[in-house]
Every structure is written in C-alpha cells, then in structure tokens.
T-cell receptor
Framework: QKEVEQNSGPLSVPEGAIASLNCTYS??????FFWYRQYSGKSPELIMS????GDKEDGRFTAQLNKASQYVSLLIRDSQPSDSATYLC????????????FGAGTRLAVHP | GAGVSQSPSNKVTEKGKDVELRCDPI?????LYWYRQSLGQGLEFLIY????????KSGLPSDRFSAERTGGSVSTLTIQRTQQEDSAVYLC????????????FGSGTQLSVL
C-alpha cells in the first residue's frame, strides 16, 4: 500500500463545474497536508495547506481534511481550462521540516 | 535570486558515468531539499539541508548518491556510476526556514541515462 494514494485520472470536467480531487494517506500520525499544482513540464507549486479537520477555503479552492478517515480532498469551484494540470497531494509525517510524502498525482482536464 | 535555479535543465549521460546537478536556492532560504520525480510516480524525498548540514539524508537511494551544500547557498547532487534507473527529474526546493512549510521548487533537471 502506498503511503499517499491518489486516483491518477484523468479527471475530466466541463468549464464552470466543480472538480473534486481526493487523496488518502496511511500514516495516522501525519501532521500537515498540502496540495500542489504541477503544469506539464513545470515545477510543483503550493496551492493549499491544511492542518486540522474540516474545510479551508481560499478563493475557488477548498481543502477538506478528515483525519479519522485519513483522507484529504481539494475542491475547485468554477473550473477553468487554466486549472488543467496534475494535482499532487502531499503529507508531512514528521513535522519540523519539509520531508513530504507525495502521491503520484491526479491529472485534471477542464474542457471548454 | 528570484526563484530556485537548477542546472542543467537536461542531462543525457551514458550508464556508468558520473553526473553533477546544481541547485541555487532563493537567497536567504536556509532550508534546501532534493526530491526526485520518476515517470508516473510521486515526488520522492532524497535529502534535506539546514545551512550546510544534512540532518536527513535518508532518502538517498544508494551510496552512489551524495550531496553537499556550501556557503549556506548552492547545493550539488552527485550521482556516481549512473544506472538507467537513475533516470528521472531531480527537483530542488527551498524554504525560508526549517519550519516554514512554503516550499519553492526549481524547474528541475531531467536526467536521462542511456
């Protein structure tokens, strides 16, 4: 079992729809959770971080964390073609420094 | 600099040769990380530097891999006697401090071992 699992996709959504990306993790002691966006051929870019159970909203993005069920999700409202990218879920077990464990990523395609 | 800079952007080498990959982090960032991204895989942690010290090098896959950081700035990742399984994108990242969780990634070095 991988430590961080994501559906590889592609997840295809129409422009304007809500894209829902999911991630599960295996280690209950994980402390911090992150979503990175990676455009094809580019470096990952941090878009959301979440540390406690519940929802965290930032513009069109909402991160959701459920530690009891060990899942993290990212919702993208009003999806735009420019949101088409691979979304990487990452967790930090140890805290203290950025030793992140990444999922393989979910490819999102937003079509006009 | 404005961002994390890595060189070369692409490196093609023959099996058995040594390669050096360079990372120039954002000025003032004390924490530096190397990650590796293989095709279809998530990013894999390799090593963490705080200043010039490497408190965690647990992700280095074998003793063919080594890294150093000098002047609290530039880091070099060296792979000796490269193997085909070393082919991947090697990404460097830095953060302002050890506890600052905003990581800035460089654009990576695509290493291809023939």
């Amino acid at each position: 079992q991988k430590e961080v699992e994501q559906n590889s996709g592609p997840l295809s959504v129409p422009e304007g729809a809500i894209a829902s990306l999911n991630c599960t993790y295996s280690d209950r002691v994980s402390q911090s959770f992150f979503w990175y966006r990676q455009y094809s051929g580019k470096s990952p870019e941090l878009i959301m971080s979440i540390y406690s159970n519940g929802d965290k909203e930032d513009g069109r993005f909402t991160a959701q964390l459920n530690k009891a069920s060990q899942y993290v999700s990212l919702l993208i409202r009003d999806s735009q073609p420019s949101d088409s990218a691979t979304y990487l879920c990452a967790v930090n077990r140890d805290g203290g420094y950025n030793k992140l464990i990444f999922g393989a990523g979910t490819r999102l395609a937003v079509h006009p | 600099g404005a961002g994390v800079s890595q060189s070369p952007s692409n490196k093609v080498t023959e099996k058995g040769k040594d390669v050096e990959l360079r990372c120039d982090p954002i000025s003032g960032h004390t924490a530096l990380y190397w990650y590796r991204q293989s095709l279809g895989q998530g990013l894999e942690f390799l090593i963490y530097f705080q200043g010039n010290s490497a408190p965690d090098k647990s992700g280095l896959p074998s003793d063919r891999f080594s890294a150093e950081r000098t002047g609290g700035s530039v880091s070099t990742l060296t792979i000796q006697r490269t193997q085909q399984e070393d082919s991947a994108v090697y990404l460097c990242a830095s953060s302002l401090s050890r506890t600052n969780e905003k990581l800035f990634f460089g654009s990576g070095t695509q290493l291809s071992v023939l």
